[in-house]
């Protein structure tokens, strides 16, 4: 639209932030240094290249789009609304590890505990905290998705605890059912979540009991509602 119009001063356009390799799945075009371009294969990998440097360096990592609406003829639904978006480019946020942090995860280590990194965030942004704060030894640890969790049986989710893994993009359900395997292992589990970098709980986890919805029994292990809300698993041997 021209600028001063009123058909422009009146449109209505949606932003919309999110997690990188979501956001850009509901994008068609991107702004580039020639004005808005077409997003073609090229484009989309150059992006999410630089959306994986950034998690390597531990900061967090949102991409902001947005939408020119076209007439509104009743109320807005999502599904209706993201959809066709025109990419604006990647917000990075560093977040560090308090310098305590470390120290206490080494106490952990030393008295046979073992954690266990669970979080909503992007793998490789996990990684780059768990590989800062010493809750990793190996030099490349297994980063298992909450999609990926989805397929497996549970004899192979088991599998994978023996090794160095951190699971991310994990919803509720996802925590829950980790919980439960550790736990058929004959391990005792607590829970904790990272405030701030700052480990924080450790109440023993409990079975949900029937009825409960999943949700409200996952609280305590998130610390809070919000699917970038980490936390850690205590397994004592």
Do not use: W
Request: with cysteine; glycine share 10%; aromatic share 4%.
């Amino acid at each position: 639209q021209k600028e001063g119009s009123t058909e422009a001063a009146s449109q209505e356009v949606a932003f919309v932030k999110g997690a990188p390799r979501e956001i850009l799945e509901l994008c068609e075009q991107f702004v580039g240094v020639q004005g808005i371009q077409g997003l073609d294969a090229t484009s989309r990998a150059q992006i999410l290249t630089q959306n994986d440097s950034y998690a390597r360096r531990g900061v967090r990592v949102l991409a902001l789009a947005f939408r020119r609406m076209p007439p509104r003829s009743g109320a807005y639904i999502t599904v209706n609304v993201e959809r066709n978006l025109t990419f604006l480019g990647l917000m990075a946020m560093l977040d560090p590890a308090r310098p305590e942090v470390a120290e206490a995860i080494r106490v952990c280590k030393q008295g046979g505990i073992r954690m266990v990194m669970i979080t909503g965030d992007y793998g490789l942004t996990a990684e780059s905290l768990a590989r800062r704060v010493g809750m990793l030894s190996g030099e490349k640890a297994l980063i298992v998705t909450g999609a990926e969790l989805d397929q497996m049986d549970d004899e192979r989710v088991r599998s994978l605890l023996d090794q160095e893994v951190i699971f991310a993009r994990m919803a509720p359900e996802h925590k829950l059912r980790l919980v439960t395997a550790f736990q058929e292992r004959g391990e005792v589990v607590a829970g904790g979540r990272l405030v701030e970098g700052v480990v924080e709980g450790g109440e023993q986890r409990r079975q949900v009991p029937s009825g409960q919805p999943r949700r409200e029994a996952d609280a305590d292990l998130r610390g809070q509602p919000g699917p970038l809300a980490k936390s850690i698993l205590l397994v004592v041997k």
